[in-house]
């Protein structure tokens, strides 16, 4: 599964959970106007960081806070890029 797929299954997963009506996840989209608060963002941050072995808001100290869907992928992109995604590629099945 790639990170972009992981994401958005997560925002969908939690979105679900919550009871939450999400908008359509384009890469444009405001992440404060996806359907979910910032509260059911925290726990997607924190799935993610289980599922990706990574937290690029703790490990990335210049990145810019992600505004968009799009920044937000990226901004996990870019930090699994500068570890040179071992640990993701280590965790997703062949």
């Keep these: ?3 972009r797929s992981e994401i958005i299954a997560q925002l969908e997963q939690v979105a679900q959970e919550q ?11 405001p ?4 359907g979910l608060d910032s509260l059911c963002l925290a ?4 799935r993610l960081e289980d599922a990706l072995a990574i937290d690029p808001f703790t490990t990335s100290e210049e990145a810019p806070f992600p505004v968009t869907i799009g920044d937000f992928i990226r901004f996990y992109e870019n ?3 500068r570890l040179g995604g071992e640990i993701y590629r280590s965790r997703t099945p062949e």
């Design 19 to 29: 009871n939450k009506q999400l908008t359509p996840l384009t890469d444009d989209r």
């Design 1 to 3: 599964m790639s990170i």
């Design 31 to 34: 992440l404060l106007e996806s």
């Design 43 to 46: 726990v997607v941050v924190a």
């Design 79 to 81: 930090a699994l890029e």
